[in-house]
């Protein structure tokens, strides 16, 4: 009708809005390497590859990570009221709440950090301070309740004295984009762990991958592209793919897989007992149940034990700080 009319499609991210203006630190510093223009020209970011090894570069890039940390932290302790120790690896998922993008299986490995850390279990911890933002439908039941859930963990884990510095968790309020240019360039982790098969592409994951975040999630989406521009070494892959998923729907036994795992019993358990909603008792049992369900499309029990070992392989990873720069 109008050939010469623009015509927009969301599913993209431009380098001079989300590199240039949203981390400048970051910028100055290819431009100084780089010479100016790669922003136009991204093949050019491969000849950053033989300085991946180079002491004073990755000394250059932890500090411009470090001071967009600290500004990610200022906006955090003005908005959430919870301090962010900068030396903690920051895990963000941040993104429209929906259950195939899996909020809920992000809060359920934090339930069991948690735990860990109340059974003394804590021996070579990595500190994490994990944000999760986004926004529900209106009319979204169970998104929002995926949204009280974080935000009550949040509360009972922040005051905790046992846990301290060693976890903090916060629900970043009114997400969006002015919020994201100073999210992506703090982020340590990149949490894009949708059930295989379910996310046509994905953009936040762009965003933090030009930013310098480690992503850990599901062969889905743009992660596809991601994994291979980044080499399967620097990524951290779990979960059931595409095809697995498909087959995995026709024999599910969510049941089976709780029983066989005693880490996701005690996360279950905690969300049952209340210990997360002592004045709404049964508020959260709607979540256990859509776990529980058989007929769950977005598998979250079968992927529970393949994230958590997934993300130990993160929390190992970053105690080295050599080699997660590298």
């Known amino acids: 009708l109008w050939p010469d009319k623009f015509n927009n499609k969301t599913n993209g991210v431009t380098p001079r809005r989300w590199m240039l203006w949203a981390n400048p630190g970051l910028s100055a510093l290819l431009d100084e390497t780089l010479g100016e223009g790669w922003v136009t020209d991204l093949d050019r970011l491969r000849q ?47 993104k429209r709440i929906h259950e195939y993008k899996r909020q809920l299986l992000n809060i359920l490995h934090v339930i069991h950090l948690y735990d860990r850390l109340k059974r003394g279990d804590s021996e070579n911890w ?26 009550n963990v949040a509360a009972r884990i922040n005051a905790d004295e046992d846990v301290a510095d060693r976890l903090k968790v916060v629900f970043f309020p009114d997400y969006g984009v002015s919020a994201m240019e100073v999210i992506c360039p703090g982020t340590d982790l990149s949490e894009q762990i ?48 595409a095809a697995q998923v498909e087959e995995a729907r026709r024999h599910y036994d969510p049941h089976a897989l709780v029983a066989a795992d005693a880490d996701l019993q005690r996360v279950l358990q905690l969300l049952q007992s209340g210990h997360f909603s002592q004045f709404e008792p049964g508020l959260f049992e709607p979540l256990v149940q859509a776990i529980l369900n058989p007929q769950d499309p977005w598998l979250v029990a079968a992927d529970f034990r393949s994230y958590v070992e997934a993300q130990q392989r993160v929390a190992t990873a970053y105690l080295d700080q050599t080699q997660w720069t590298r």
């Open 48 to 94: 950053l590859k033989p300085l991946a090894d180079d002491p004073a570069f990755q000394t250059r890039w932890r500090q411009v990570k470090r001071q967009n940390k600290a500004r990610l932290a200022e906006v955090v302790r003005s908005r959430c009221g919870v301090d962010f120790p900068l030396d903690a690896l920051f895990d963000v998922q941040v």
């Open 126 to 151: 990595t500190p994490r301070c994990v944000l999760i933002g986004g926004k529900a439908a209106p009319g979204y039941a169970t998104a929002k309740l995926i949204i009280k859930l974080v935000n």
């Open 194 to 241: 949708s059930t295989a098969g379910k996310e046509a592409s994905g953009t936040g994951n762009m965003k933090f991958m030009m930013n310098g975040a480690l992503t850990i999630g599901t062969l889905d989406g743009a992660n596809i592209e991601i994994r291979e521009e980044a080499g399967e070494d620097n990524f951290f892959l779990f979960g059931l793919d």
